[in-house]
């Protein structure tokens, strides 16, 4: 499986992006696609998750700001990120696991088998 993020950037405070994610290859045994971000001198967090049915999680600090979503026809995921702050700068990494549905979906990016190359969001105060 191979996982191509784009739609990083620089914004001001307040403004809005869009992240997408496209995966490739053996894409069958994919059922989370994710999101996690890994501020600068930070360790790598989750920011939001979603199982194939469409089951969500995010991480505090988003809710109300970031939507994940997936178009499983595209084999893509979304992330749509509005209100940005510069707390929200940082490296973001689209995630893929397979296997079983978990409920909810992991937190943890160790139960993740596939990375993408990470894309940079940069929020100017």
């Known amino acids: 499986v191979q996982l191509q993020a784009s739609g990083g950037g620089l914004v001001q405070a307040g403004g809005s992006l869009r992240l997408s994610c496209a995966a490739s290859?053996?894409?069958?045994?994919?059922?989370?696609m994710g999101w996690y971000r890994q501020p600068p001198g930070e360790q790598r967090e989750l920011v939001a998750t979603a199982t194939k049915r469409g089951l969500t999680r995010y991480d505090a600090s988003v809710k109300g700001r970031f939507t994940i979503s997936r178009d499983n026809a595209k084999n893509t995921v979304y992330l749509q990120m509005k209100s940005l702050n510069p707390e929200d700068t940082a490296v973001y990494y689209c995630?893929?696991?397979?296997?079983?549905?978990?409920?909810?979906?992991?937190?943890?990016?160790?139960?993740?088998?596939?990375w993408g190359q990470g894309t940079l969001v940069t929020v100017s105060s």
């Open positions: 290859g053996s894409i069958f045994s994919i059922n989370d």
């Open positions: 995630a893929a696991r397979s296997g079983g549905t978990i409920v909810p979906p992991p937190k943890s990016a160790a139960r993740y088998d596939y």
